[in-house]
């Protein structure tokens, strides 16, 4: 039996989200992350379908994306029941077995605890009740958040030690046994496995999307520093060493993109915000970067991306209401390939 997993970049049939609530986590900054969300979804929606999650009344919703723009049959709204936003790590990760689709609903446990994830550790199963997926549903304990990787569509599959390590996730399984998991199950060849490159304020352990992406096959944009005096400097001083000692399948190093880090952003109690480039997120017909406010390193941003995505429109998104929950573009999105069945 043959498995694969799609990278990014194969056609999609729809994004997932997970609408915002208003008694959630974002309570504080309800009205600008909700605004960051309807900006997202018209987006996505200029491209193709984006399948949404909400509490929300689902004609008032529907209406107001419209009134903003949005494709309206590119809409596809959902009643389920969530705890946050972050569909990257609670949706599913689909998988082809003999080209057949195959959505897999890894447990998802708030980050290794930290957050309650009752309810969206079921919202894919919420989903699959409700006709949102054809395809089967396959549950499972291993816990795998879809932040935590990256893979390249041929067989190499990019991580962290940090986050799929972590005592808090999968304690019973050695790191060999981790890599075999992820073998058996997304159908990868081999795992290169990242140490450093740690942005402050990130309470995931660590995700790869934060911090280093397959843009293609051969190429991978990161988060760079090239202010000796941030706080990042030696960190991701030391994950642009580490990048640059991997090599493809066939001994050749990668083409590596460096992206600039943002100015520090902080929260109200002067903690600082994890703000990155590397969690943009592709469409179809477009590549969605997000964006902080700061004209000179946004601009920068986009500049060097934008040659390694050719045929893609290459967008800025502000996101920085979405950094206030130490998340961004990237995080609040799960694609679903185009295949038949799904």
């Known amino acids: 039996m043959s498995v694969f997993l799609p990278p990014e ?43 949404i999650g909400t509490e929300e009344d689902l004609t008032a919703l529907r209406a107001d994306l419209i009134a903003h723009g949005a494709t309206g049959h590119n809409l596809r709204l959902y009643p389920v029941q969530s705890n946050d936003v972050w569909a990257r790590d609670h949706g599913p990760i689909t ?12 447990t998802f446990n708030g980050w290794g605890g930290k957050f309650d994830a009752a ?71 081999r795992v290169l496995w990242l140490k450093a490159g740690d942005l402050i304020g990130d309470d995931t ?45 066939n001994g ?17 109690d002067g903690k600082r915000l994890p703000a990155g480039y590397p969690n943009f997120l592709i469409l179809n017909g477009a590549v969605l970067m997000p964006t902080y406010g700061d004209a000179t390193t946004d601009a920068e941003a986009l500049r060097r991306l934008k040659p390694h995505f050719p045929n893609r429109e290459v967008i800025g998104l502000d996101c920085r209401a979405l950094i206030n929950q130490y998340g961004s573009l990237h995080c609040a999105t799960m694609q679903l390939p185009a295949v038949e069945g799904i």
């Open 252 to 268: 050749q190093p990668y083409t590596l993109v460096p992206l600039p880090l943002p100015p520090a952003i902080h929260d109200e």
């Open 95 to 106: 998988v082809l077995r003999d080209g057949r689709p195959v959505l897999l609903d890894f």
């Open 119 to 189: 309810l969206d550790n079921t919202l894919t199963c919420q989903l699959k009740t409700l006709s949102a997926f054809n395809a089967p549903v396959e549950s499972t304990d291993f816990v795998l958040e879809g932040g935590g990787i990256d893979v390249d569509g041929e067989g190499t599959l990019l991580t962290t030690e940090r986050c799929l390590l972590a005592p808090t996730r999968n304690p019973h399984l050695s790191k060999a046994q981790i890599e075999d998991e992820l073998k058996a199950r997304l159908g990868v060849k």
């Open 205 to 249: 352990d660590g995700h790869v999307d934060t911090i280093a992406r397959f843009c293609n096959a051969t190429t991978i944009a990161y988060q760079a520093c090239e202010n000796a005096s941030d706080a990042h400097f030696e960190d991701l001083t030391a994950l642009k060493r580490e990048l640059r000692a991997l090599t493809q399948p």
């Open 9 to 51: 970049w194969a056609p999609q049939s729809a994004i997932q989200l997970t609408w915002p609530r208003a008694a959630g986590d974002f309570a504080h900054w309800f009205a600008a992350v909700r605004a960051n969300f309807v900006r997202l979804a018209v987006t996505i929606s200029r491209f193709q379908p984006v399948l």
